[in-house]
């Protein structure tokens, strides 16, 4: 009977059958909660997914490129309006730009400023009190004056302009050139999704192996997405790799890996190995959830670190930290595909604040908006959205 209905539909009918299918497919993901998580849209994202297919790609670049320069990655003319309209004419400008790498001639104090260093700078630091990013400058001036082990760190959250490590690459390199690399930083522990992409580090990982859980999309409603937002879940056979990298002016050296990991009740093992030594074995199991570091120091040089999962109950990841034992500055990026700053509230309060210690983060930098532009929502409504942000 099935084969005789399908034989008298129409092309038409059968393209309005198979539209009406996947449209209730669709439908069951928002009405059954165990598939909640196969959502092809949640209220709040840029685009409702049919629109994606409708935008044009030679917009894409201004963020999603590849290559160190601004101008390798948008191009001239029309790409480098739509990335100057993006991140701003100063960003974009500058984007890729060779840091001033030393104090002027003649300081020996490390700490002194050449105006030639903030030459062209059009935007200024509102800090009407002065005490505002008081730690961050003490922390700063330790590691100016090369004291033993003085690294500063900065954590930069934001959307997808910071999850290509595009900007956050130009920060870094002109932080370390001029202060000293202390390592790439912070990176997921298995690969995000398009467009997250590191530069200057080196990662892979068996992506089909990895359940990727995303503060954006409150997927926990424990709150418990890590420092940088997205929490790794490790199955049988998953693997990841996390190296300094082979070109480039900075992170090429690293001393010290550490893994960030909740540990829980029900926790299972995984293994870690430096280089070609031998596995060690670390069971992410505790009498109560909580956030663990497991560190790895090793001779300053290339390196890379391999996670596997083990055996056992759960193993779910933050990430890893690539260091070095300074003096110098740690610049973590921390992009969030398709975030809002609201989005931020979805963390557990206790649980960010103890990622962000256990970091030793010196400064958080903010860097949304792109996202929030085309929602219809008043400039009131956004500044209350960044306040909550703040004050948790």
Known sequence: ??????????????????????????????????????????????????VRLFKRWGEIPAFAGHGGSYRSVAGEGAGTERLAESVGETVAANLGAKPIVAPPT????????????????????????GRGMRAFYAALEKTARAEKGAITRVGHYGDSSIATDLITSTVRQNLQARFGDAGHGFVLAAKGYIPYKHRGVLQSSNPESWELREVVRRQDRDGRYGYGGVQSRAMRGSWARIGTARRGDIGKQASRFAIYYEEQPRGGKFSVRIDRDDREIVSTKADAVGDGVYSIDVPDGPHSVELRYHRG???????????????????????LVGARANRLLNFDEAHIRTQIEQRGT???????????????????MFYEDYMKVLRR
């Open 362 to 380: 010196n400064l958080i930098v903010l860097g949304f908006g792109g996202n929030e532009a085309s929602d219809d929502r008043t400039e009131q």
């Open 106 to 129: 003649g300081s020996d104090d490390g700490v002194t400023i050449d105006p030639a260093e903030y030459a062209g700078i059009s935007v200024r630091i509102e800090d009407p009190s």
């Open 313 to 335: 109950g759960p193993v779910n990841f933050y990430g890893v930290a690539v260091e070095r034992e300074g003096p110098g500055v740690v610049y973590d990026s921390l992009g």
């Open 1 to 50: 009977m099935l084969n005789r209905i399908h034989e008298r539909l129409t092309p038409i009918e059968h393209l309005v059958t198979v539209v009406v299918f996947m449209l209730g497919a669709c439908m069951m993901t928002y009405l059954v909660p165990p598939i909640q998580d196969l959502r092809p849209w949640i209220p709040g994202e840029e685009d409702v997914p049919i």
